[in-house]
């Protein structure tokens, strides 16, 4: 898989992409993630990439022309599945929409920034618009680093042990059972006395007894839509 971002600011993602499972399925070659600076397409003698919003609304808007510029030479280079705008007034963004865009090939993310992007980009060519929450961000990076972590960590051999991707929370509509580790007792707080049991089929029956619990003590909204 490839993942192409396009921003004005490429150091905001340099960190989330250069650790972890992240990391180890670039190097895998796993997926192949470039990140593009906007403004190295930018075609105005003072490489701006933002203007003031035609009508007068506060706020600078970012331009059409260095965003149509890199969209369309990376289009002739190859297909895009989907080409996505980062914005918090778009399709809310899930576990259901991650394991979908796994499944692709190309996908292009363009970061917002500013008071937000020249309509005409939405209009023209931009195919989806995601939000990773109800609440606004300086710009579309952390989110672009969010989409792209919970995609590639779904891909086959970015972890090591696959089934454990697919035991996430929210894998099934429902949170995960609660873990631990060495030692069984600290500060005489307790591991649940049946992890120590040896015996599996209680294990897997007390973890699906708790997932149904927490989902429903802490996130009872998920269990509605488990049968969806
Ligand atoms: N850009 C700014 N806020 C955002 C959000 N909540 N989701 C996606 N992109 C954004």
Same mark, same amino acid.
């Given at each position: 898989m490839r993942i192409d971002v396009l921003t004005v600011l490429p150091e905001l993602l340099r960190s989330p992409f250069e650790h972890s499972i992240i990391k180890r399925a670039q190097a895998k070659g796993v997926v192949e993630i470039c990140v593009h600076n906007?403004? !190295?397409? @930018? @075609?105005?003698k003072h490489r701006s990439v933002d203007d003031y919003s035609f009508g007068g609304d506060a706020g600078m808007v970012l331009k059409i022309e260095p965003v149509f510029v890199l969209i369309e030479k990376l289009k002739a280079e190859r297909t895009y599945d989907e080409i996505i705008f980062m914005t918090p007034d778009g399709e809310r963004y899930n576990q259901h929409i991650a394991n979908n865009l796994s499944t692709k090939t190309n996908i292009l993310l363009l970061c917002g920034h500013y008071?937000?992007?020249?309509h005409r980009v939405r209009e023209h060519l931009i195919t989806r618009e995601l939000s990773v929450g109800d609440y606004v961000l300086t710009g579309g990076e952390l989110a672009a680093a969010v989409v792209t972590d919970s995609v590639v960590r779904l891909l086959?051999?970015?972890?090591?042990?696959? @089934?454990s991707a697919l035991s996430?929370?929210?894998?099934?509509n429902l949170l995960s059972a609660p873990v631990y580790t060495r030692p069984a007792e600290f500060n005489g707080w307790k591991v649940p006395e049946v992890l120590l049991s040896g015996n599996f089929g209680e294990i897997a029956k007390w973890q699906e007894e708790q997932a149904l619990e927490r989902t429903a003590r802490?996130?009872? !909204?998920l269990l509605n839509k488990r049968c969806e």
């Open positions: 906007i403004r !190295d397409y @930018t @075609t105005d008071k937000g992007v020249d086959p051999g970015a972890i090591s042990n696959e @089934t996430d929370s929210f894998q099934d802490l996130r009872p !909204d």
